[in-house]
């Protein structure tokens, strides 16, 4: 069955991006490295225009998160352009002219927006009611296929609140960051939850997790 | 070589115990859950006196974390007892008259008492000079063996700052508990890791990780 997921990489104490994220540092200070172990991958490499890498144990996990994606949902922080209304020009984010989705990008924001279609057959929308609002306009969009988180933290927290994960994974780091983003901050024991599956890989290791109802 | 070493269990979220702990919930509000898979399990029962129990892919880290220890060191709520001075007749502790661990305890504490000698080789000793002083009278005392660092959080987080700790394992729970004792709170990237094993379990997902120098 189509599910609702997220593939998120964070520090052993837990943190998804480190502290004072700036133009320089995205991702927090430290934060890329949550994400080395994926950069030398071939299958992180291919979809991302570049040669070569590695084949490993994190191949498949790689593989498998973005097998089956029909739309991907993710914060206004993850699109770009910093808060706030989008203004005359408004920025078209990280990702380029061919983002590497490849199908329609809901984008959680308190500011309405055109959708914006990109090459290779991602466009995004922009949703200004709500996750369940972006929940459901990404469900119908992904038709059988899944629907994938990409975040930030905030978002796949109020999806996990709101009872609409299905399962997720956390690609766990070797690294402490001591602060920045909480990944699984504002949570409670009303979110049940089954160990899915454990591998183990060079630098990493990916812990997935079912939510239960 | 003989290491320092931890072995403490975690909810998904990073606690290691529940908030509001009290003489009813001594390890915090759904603290407990964060250990029922060992409770099940023969390697557990056995040296707490109790018959049966199970034999699974925890068994040989629950018998390797027991192995070839030779001290250990604790924080003084893991000896119980309450803070503050001892007193006149003081507690003594959680553990009864035949504590689990058959060699000598290094309590750490602001306050001063004599040794505490229990059955089956226990004795506690309270020290009162610091993480440094409790690692060298437990290096001492286990001679070619580990030290075993009981805890609480606060304890092992000391001794990582210090650079004292060699390995440590965090068995991982699909529990959210939302609030309690953090266990790698204020540490950062100064103390660096590595992987060093993986085991998925029922229940639990057992994390061991080497601290490099």
Same mark, same amino acid.
């Not at 950069?39 to 998160?65: C, I, Q």
């Not at 709500?130 to 992904?142: D, I, L, M, P």
């Not at 038709?143 to 766990?172: I, K, N, P, W």
């Given at each position: 069955?189509? /599910?609702? @997921?997220?593939?998120?990489?964070? *520090? ?13 540092? !995205? ?8 994400? $080395? ?8 490499? $291919?979809?991302? =225009? ?7 144990? *994190? ?23 910093? !808060? ?11 990702? =380029? #002219?061919? !983002? ?6 809901? +984008? %959680?924001?308190?500011?309405? @927006?055109?959708?914006? &279609? ?10 200004? #009611?709500?996750?369940? /609002? ?11 296929? #899944?629907? /994938? ?5 905030? +978002?796949? &927290? &109020? ?11 956390? *690609?766990?780091? !070797?690294?402490?960051?001591? *602060?920045?983003?909480?990944? %699984? #901050? ?8 089954? &160990?899915?599956?454990? +591998? ?6 990916? %812990?997935?997790?079912? +939510?239960?109802?």
């Amino acid at each position: 069955m189509a /599910s609702l @997921r997220f593939d998120i990489a964070v *520090s052993l104490d837990g943190f998804s991006a480190g502290p004072n994220p700036s133009e320089e540092h !995205p991702l927090g200070e430290g934060g890329m490295q949550l994400h $080395e172990w994926a950069f030398e991958l071939a299958a992180w490499r $291919e979809p991302h =225009g570049k040669d070569g890498g590695e084949v490993n144990a *994190s191949t498949p996990v790689v593989e498998a998160m973005r097998a089956n994606v029909g739309a991907v949902v993710m914060g206004r922080e993850m699109f770009g352009g910093g !808060p706030g209304p989008w203004g005359e020009d408004p920025w078209d984010g990280w990702w =380029g #002219d061919d !983002p590497p989705f490849h199908t329609p990008v809901f +984008v %959680l924001t308190h500011h309405a @927006r055109e959708p914006l &279609q990109k090459d290779g057959g991602t466009t995004f929308h922009f949703v200004t #009611d709500g996750v369940q /609002s972006a929940f459901e306009q990404a469900r119908k969009a992904a038709g059988d296929h #899944d629907v /994938s988180l990409a975040g930030g933290a905030d +978002v796949a &927290q &109020q999806f996990l609140a709101a009872g609409l994960v299905d399962e997720f994974t956390l *690609s766990v780091v !070797p690294v402490l960051l001591g *602060s920045g983003t909480r990944m %699984l #901050d504002n949570l409670g024991a009303d979110v049940r939850l089954a &160990q899915a599956d454990v +591998v183990a890989a060079p630098g990493v290791t990916h %812990l997935k997790y079912r +939510v239960e109802r």
